[in-house]
């Protein structure tokens, strides 16, 4: 408790972390007031609501999914509050006055699951609000199910944050932190369709896909599948051209193992990293 | 026996093939004021880093309080100041100040008194990143001294301060001096450690070539300055003398450095029996700049002196 109060204190007081924190909920606010409003603009009538979007249990689907993407707000907040402790030479400080590097670390770790538990939480909250609202389907028994969900989104967040500890540890300075991050979805991108080209000449018993589930950002990726297709009206046009949709939407659980995995690495590697270094 | 603060053992620290650092053993007792003395790039800084959690040792160990307590622990109780102040730009001194406290776990009680002591309560809401050099720097000494700690350690802390500044907080490191707190102070200006310390460590090239205390820093006899109406006849009694090792001539004068025991009163004497008739006559110790340049451009150098 000590550490993440250390944490927060150096957060709250910047005014940027601040104004990123509070930007990122006001967004998740905003958003969900956003597609609750109804669209008549002309002949154009519109209302998300409508859509379906909203009802039990297929919202805990897409909002995880939708939320999800606002999560590049507090990996600038990650990268930029360890660049600044390399640049304001205070991680050194901090040390000298008697922080242990493992504390230092850990007191990080501390506010990524805190932001973590309290994202998951709002978008508990807001679902169940915009649910109980627009949802067709009002049973407790439906309301409560799917809701492994929310445990995807919170891996996958917990998931992210920790590489973006991570990076920003390796690298030291939060830009190139940030443009690191783009570089690896990249190079990912990259190496699946080299594997993809090529990998089935040289090993036939394994596909790119395979291989690709265990890379770091891919697995993310992979424990909430996009939920988009899954929309009913659009379910409806794939029937229509005979194509039948049997996707599986479920959590992934075992991206979610794979996701956990990395975590774990990348914590010890950047305890690693803070050991070995001299500052 | 005094309670030992700090202890190393064959402490080595190697960028490289370079060794910054080099089988430091060292003991720092409670109590004391302690310089450690070196040119630039002596490893003082290495040094420093290494017991302070910063700079991972090559070989070698150190333990805090006799090893009861772990680095962290045992700087909980030390207040640094490392090079150049640290803090973060965007908190004012005072949460600066608070943070430090919870990451030492200590009392925030002695802030004020501390933000009072170096003169900046007046500014303590202002962002430290709008103080001035001198400032900062004052701030660093609060800081270091908000947790009343039992050793304080300070690393070239007047470099780049005015002479007014550097007096002030020679006056404060005196008085913390005067309340009992050990300090160890890393410089490389003689005057600054000559002036406030009790003990001397002296370091070059990473090795010891001296730990005592200042006095016994090299055993001198000191040296006169001589002038004589007869440069001639002076040079011949000099060389012929028993007491008198080395003599050099500067300026108008020849200093004459001893190698036993001999008062003023005797030497003049001497010289007067001799029928020399001088026209300059002073006895000087040599100044701690004298003994530290003898130290350390002597080639072999001896691990302690007593």
Request: charge should be neutral; proline fraction near 2%.
């Amino acid at each position: 408790m000590r550490l993440l109060r250390i944490e927060l204190y150096k957060l709250w007081h910047h005014r940027i972390s601040k104004i990123l924190i509070f930007g990122y909920f006001i967004l998740i606010f905003s958003i969900a007031i956003l597609s609750t409003l109804k669209v008549e603009w002309g002949p154009i009538k519109f209302h998300l609501a409508d859509q379906g979007i909203f009802n039990f249990p297929y919202i805990w689907h897409f909002n995880t999914f939708m939320i999800a993407l606002l999560k590049i707000f507090f990996a600038i907040i990650i990268v930029a509050m360890i660049g600044n402790e390399y640049s304001y030479k205070t991680l050194k400080q901090n040390l000298i006055d008697g922080l242990s590097k493992a504390e230092f670390l850990r007191s990080k770790v501390y506010a990524i699951l805190a932001f973590v538990l309290l994202s998951t939480f709002l978008v508990f909250a807001i679902s169940l609000l915009l649910g109980g609202l627009y949802s067709d389907y009002t049973e407790l028994s439906i309301v409560f199910s799917d809701l492994e969900y929310l445990l995807a989104y919170a891996v996958k967040l917990f998931g992210f944050f920790t590489f973006c500890l991570f990076l920003s540890l390796l690298i030291k300075r939060s830009a190139f932190a940030l443009g690191f991050l783009v570089l690896w979805q990249v190079f990912e991108g990259i190496v699946f369709g080299l594997m993809k080209w090529k990998l089935s000449d040289w090993i036939p018993a394994l596909s790119a896909e395979q291989v690709f589930q265990f890379f770091p950002l891919n697995a993310m990726g992979n424990i909430i599948k996009e939920p988009f297709s899954r929309l009913s009206a659009i379910k409806n046009i794939a029937d229509q051209i005979g194509e039948g949709l049997d996707k599986d939407y479920s959590v992934s659980f075992f991206s979610l193992i794979i996701v956990l995995l990395w975590s774990v690495l990348f914590i010890a590697a950047s305890y690693r990293l803070l050991k070995q270094r001299d500052l | 026996m005094p309670e030992t603060l700090l202890q190393l053992h064959a402490l080595t620290k190697k960028y490289g093939s370079l060794t910054a650092v080099n089988e430091l053993s060292l003991r720092l007792e409670k109590g004391k004021v302690y310089g450690l003395l070196g040119p630039n790039g002596s490893g003082k800084s290495t040094t420093l880093g290494m017991v302070l959690n910063v700079v991972n040792p090559s070989s070698g160990s150190f333990e805090w309080y006799g090893g009861t307590k772990t680095t962290h622990q045992a700087l909980k109780h030390i207040g640094a100041i490392i090079e150049r102040p640290n803090f973060y730009p965007y908190l004012t001194a005072f949460q600066n100040l608070k943070l430090i406290c919870q990451i030492k776990q200590c009392s925030a009680a002695h802030i004020q008194e501390q933000l009072e002591l170096v003169g900046l309560w007046a500014r303590k809401d202002s962002k430290f990143s709008t103080y001035s050099l001198g400032m900062k720097q004052r701030l660093a000494i609060a800081a270091a001294l908000v947790n009343q700690p039992e050793l304080l350690i300070l690393d070239e802390h007047t470099n780049g301060l005015d002479p007014e500044g550097i007096h002030q907080i020679r006056a404060l490191i005196t008085s913390i001096a005067a309340r009992g707190t050990s300090i160890l102070l890393a410089s490389h200006l003689l005057d600054e450690v000559e002036k406030v310390c009790t003990d001397v460590i002296v370091l070059k090239n990473g090795n010891k070539y001296y730990e005592g205390s200042v006095d016994g820093l090299n055993p001198s006899f000191g040296y006169f300055e001589i002038a004589a109406q007869s440069e001639s006849s002076l040079v011949t009694f000099l060389e012929q003398h028993t007491s008198i090792g080395e003599i050099s001539k500067k300026k108008e004068c020849f200093h004459v450095l001893l190698t036993e025991e001999l008062s003023a009163e005797q030497f003049s004497q001497q010289l007067q029996e001799a029928g020399l008739l001088l026209t300059h006559f002073v006895k000087k110790q040599p100044s701690l700049e004298d003994q530290f340049l003898l130290l350390t451009q002597s080639e072999k150098h001896a691990t302690t002196a007593h």
